[in-house]
């Protein structure tokens, strides 16, 4: 007999025998309670046709729907190792809520790490390592080239691009205030600059994304005139301009009109209660040049900021057209920020975020080889973005060529993220990836403000301590020598070998 049958027969049978046994003892109508609901259901199951283990399985399928709501948190609490969660494990997990509470972040006993496993990596220390004391303890990056007017004096460690509507207002809030007690810059994502991102008064990098949210016109295109009101504020210390992001590269965005408030709107100069697009492309401009020109503009309307770009890199040729603009212009950028196919976002289609950009190492080393290749890197500053949560992380991406990090993921745990999965569904348990106020109101500013701050001064200082290892004493002398990559049982070589660099043109003979 079917699971189906056996719900019906039973259901009959139990109807007929509790209205049979209620002739003598009333009381037992009492057990309708229960049984009522789960007949009612089991029945809804049989006639629904959208769920087939429903329907073949009444009642008693809907525990697969059940446990399958829960496998996030099961496999998180109860299954996964130390070193297998994804996308980050418990032992990064753990070190960023250590670092931003303030308490012990060492750990007994060894590795847990599989240290002969193809790929992995360590750093090369010296036998004569340095004193903490002759080692760069807050170590800094002057970013603005000759025609940049307003140079900034950046963090080695700052907050990647997040955007109010993305996360709450009391997680902005306290991102940027962590980052005015640190002395760190905070970028504010592509939704604009929002009271939240400014109330603090913490240094802010103004990303400027496709759908030109905060300086664009009614039909959506750049607004000279609102972008000029805003970057000469004293809290925006440099513009970024969103080309495309590691998580969905060459994907645009829609923000539903459930979600666009009449606070949101107004922040992004949009329509409130109706859907707004982010293209993946820009109208401003459509080529390496007009890239350029739309440069040279922002820094003209600026007063002279920093201007620099972010992207994932995807055909190389496409990057070589933009190093060969900037010796035809002579206009270059003073930062350029690369983001890995790794990197995160709050939603993005799984082919994207899974097989779409090069990963940040690659697209890091290419990048800076490219620069040095025509000659550009004395003039720019490159900016690594993509699972940056530890000093190693951190010296890694150094070695490999870049001047600064920036960090979402960790910085978003630092103020309390629990990797409940949940940032696309407006359910953030921990009030960080929701705009629901119930949610959010959980969050207390002060506190987490104080722990982002925490994570950035230890995460620096631990990478401090590594350079001091390694014999240096300043960030800038990392080099892709100092970090060593396995690849094979019984071979082990440095990053010098797996990214052999560019030689300048004129060196190359």
Same mark, same amino acid.
């Given at each position: ?23 003598? *003892?009333?009381?037992?109508? *009492? ?5 009522? %609901? ?35 948190? /099961? ?6 190792? =130390? ?9 990064? $997990? &753990? ?23 193809? +790929? ?19 170590? $800094?990056?002057?970013? !603005?080239?000759?025609?940049? $007017?307003?140079?900034? &004096? ?45 109330? %603090?008064?913490?240094?802010?990098? *103004?990303?400027? +994304? ?20 805003? @970057? ?53 401009? &459509?080529?390496?040049? !007009? ?11 600026? +007063? ?8 994932? /890199?995807? =055909? ?14 002579? /206009? ?8 890995? +196919? ?59 060529? @870049?001047?600064?990090?920036? &960090? ?7 103020? !309390? ?28 500013? !002060? ?21 001091? @290892? ?9 080099? $892709? ?29």
């Amino acid at each position: 007999m079917k699971p189906r049958e056996i719900f019906i027969f039973s259901s009959i049978f139990m109807v007929i025998l509790v209205s049979s046994v209620a002739f003598f *003892w009333r009381p037992i109508l *009492w057990s309708l309670v229960v049984l009522g %609901p789960i007949i009612i259901i089991g029945i809804g199951d049989i006639v629904q046709k959208k769920q087939t283990i429903r329907n073949n399985f009444p009642v008693v399928g809907h525990f697969r729907y059940i446990l399958e709501k829960f496998r996030p948190e /099961i496999m998180q609490y109860f299954v996964e190792t =130390d070193t297998e969660g994804t996308p980050i494990n418990r032992i990064f $997990r &753990s070190l960023i809520y250590q670092r931003a509470k303030n308490t012990t972040d060492t750990t007994p006993f060894g590795t847990k790490a599989d240290v002969y496993r193809i +790929g992995y990596e360590c750093m090369a220390h010296s036998m004569y390592p340095k004193k903490l004391e002759e080692t760069e303890h807050n170590p $800094r990056v002057l970013i !603005g080239g000759l025609a940049c $007017r307003q140079p900034y &004096s950046a963090s080695i460690l700052n907050v990647s691009a997040m955007s109010f509507g993305a996360l709450s207002q009391n997680a902005i809030l306290a991102l940027n205030r962590g980052a005015k007690m640190g002395g760190f810059a905070h970028n504010t994502g592509e939704g604009g600059l929002s009271p939240y991102h400014l109330e %603090p008064g913490g240094d802010l990098i *103004w990303q400027i +994304g496709t759908g030109y949210f905060g300086c664009r016109t009614s039909n959506g295109e750049f607004c000279p005139d609102t972008f000029k009101k805003y @970057a000469l504020l004293d809290n925006v210390k440099m513009i970024e301009i969103k080309l495309s992001q590691g998580a969905k590269p060459g994907h645009g965005g829609i923000l539903p009109a459930s979600k666009n408030t009449k606070e949101i709107a107004e922040i992004r100069h949009v329509e409130p209660f109706t859907d707004v697009f982010s293209p993946p492309y820009h109208t401003a401009f &459509s080529d390496a040049k !007009g890239l350029m020109d739309f440069i040279q503009l922002l820094r003209d309307l600026s +007063g002279g900021k920093p201007i620099g770009f972010k992207l994932c /890199i995807g =055909d190389k040729t496409e990057f070589i057209d933009l190093c060969q603009a900037m010796q035809e212009t002579k /206009i270059k950028p003073d930062f350029i920020t690369v983001d890995g +196919g790794e990197g995160g976002t709050g939603a993005a289609p799984v082919e994207f975020s899974n097989s779409m950009g090069l990963p940040l190492r690659d697209g890091l080393a290419f990048v800076c080889d490219s620069l040095n290749a025509y000659q550009l890197k004395k003039d720019i500053k490159i900016i690594a973005s993509g699972k940056i949560f530890s000093s190693f992380h951190l010296a890694r991406v150094l070695a490999l060529g @870049a001047d600064l990090c920036n &960090s979402a993921r960790a910085m978003m745990m630092a103020l !309390g993220c629990i990797q409940a999965l949940q940032c696309n569904t407006n359910t953030c348990p921990v009030g960080v990836a929701t705009q629901n106020k119930s949610l959010m109101k959980g969050l207390d500013v !002060g506190d987490k403000a104080v722990r982002v701050a925490n994570f950035h001064k230890n995460t620096v200082h631990s990478l401090v301590e590594l350079l001091a @290892a390694a014999g240096l004493t300043r960030p800038e002398q990392l080099q $892709r020598k100092h970090i060593l990559h396995r690849t094979g049982p019984n071979s082990m070589v440095p990053y010098s070998e797996l990214y052999p660099e560019t030689l300048p043109k004129e060196d190359e003979h």
